[in-house]
């Protein structure tokens, strides 16, 4: 197996990660089946999770990107750069924004207000993982979250370091730069 050596210890394995996604794509089905929802994936980071998820999701559905950027190194800036080029009419849509991993939750609150401006039906989140100690935006909690982590640096399944380790198919921990 592909370990770099700047992880320090894998913090979830690809067949934690799949029980974790399977159980989200459940829920889902069960939420979504009559409403044909719009699953927004947030680029780059959700990109492994998004694609894996919807296969989970057993019920019509129509899929969407954006991008949002706001970390350098380990560090998050504090400014979200958003981009909704590839986004199409939201109105009237139950859409189902879907992020690798929730921190401070400024990224998905700018997000959120910003589409909520759109008139969709509904906006609810889905994330892969959280860090609930993490928060700046107090209140924000995620209506579907795969599990909660530590105040951890993880890397691998989209989720990088300076743009590395997305390839990873597991979820590590990396050493302090
Ligand atoms: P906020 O702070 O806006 O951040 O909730 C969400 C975005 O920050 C990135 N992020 C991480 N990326 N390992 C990463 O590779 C991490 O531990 C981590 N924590 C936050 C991620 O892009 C997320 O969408
Ligand atoms: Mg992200």
Redesign the pocket.
């Known amino acids: 197996m592909f370990t770099p050596k700047e992880v320090k210890r894998i913090l979830f394995t690809e067949d934690e990660i799949s029980r974790y996604v399977n159980s989200l794509g459940e829920r889902l089905t069960c939420d979504y089946s009559e409403k044909n929802p719009l699953f927004v994936c947030?680029l780059k980071?959700?990109c492994v999770f998004f694609s894996d998820l919807i296969r989970r999701v057993e019920c019509p559905l129509e899929i969407a990107f954006l991008s949002?950027e706001?970390?350098c190194g380990?560090q998050?800036t504090g400014e979200?750069e958003l981009s909704f080029d590839k986004l199409p009419e939201i109105s009237g849509r139950y859409v189902v924004l879907v992020?690798?991993?929730?921190?401070?939750?400024?990224?998905?609150s700018l997000v959120k207000e910003k589409l909520a401006a759109r008139n969709p039906a509904s906006i609810k989140v889905c994330c892969l993982l959280d860090?609930p100690s993490?928060r700046?935006v107090s209140g924000f909690t995620a209506d579907y979250t795969g599990v909660e982590i530590d105040d951890?640096?993880?890397?691998g399944y989209g989720?990088?370091?300076d743009q590395r380790f997305r390839n990873l198919p597991y979820i590590g921990i990396l050493e302090e730069p």
């Open positions: 947030v980071g959700a949002a706001s970390y380990t998050s979200v992020e690798d991993i929730v921190d401070t939750a400024r990224t998905l860090k993490r700046v951890l640096f993880v890397v989720l990088d370091y």
